[in-house]
């Protein structure tokens, strides 16, 4: 059986179902320093260095589609799949992070 939902998610997807799917949620996996910096509008900030701590705060979102980003993609793809390996089989990693956000989407953000 096929996943219909990939690791990766790229971040035009993303753009079209924030703030517009209750069942859809993007994660900030990056550290605060970096989410002061530029951060997505509607995006939830849980940074990977505090996941495990802290994974009981997205309980309620089990059965959601969650896109997680990060800078360039590495630390939101391992985030996702230790996500999925707790039982979030939605779990995605949004591709290129915020630089291809930054890049693609939003062009008023600043890059890093």
Not at 32 to 54: C, F, H, K
Not at 70 to 79: I, L, P
Request: charged residues 25%; contains cysteine; negative net charge.
């Amino acid at each position: 059986m096929t996943n219909e939902y990939p690791l990766e998610i790229d971040c035009q997807s993303v753009a079209s179902k924030l703030g517009k799917q209750d069942d859809f949620v993007l994660i900030d996996c990056r550290e605060a320093d970096e989410y002061a910096t530029v951060n997505i509008a509607g995006a939830r900030l849980l940074p990977m260095s505090e996941l495990t701590g802290r994974v009981g705060e997205l309980e309620e979102l089990r059965n959601h589609q969650i896109a997680v980003h990060c800078h360039h993609g590495g630390r939101s793809m391992k985030v996702a799949q230790w996500l999925r390996n707790q039982g979030y089989a939605k779990a995605q990693s949004m591709a290129g992070g915020i630089d291809a956000w930054a890049h693609k989407i939003d062009r008023t953000l600043p890059r890093y």
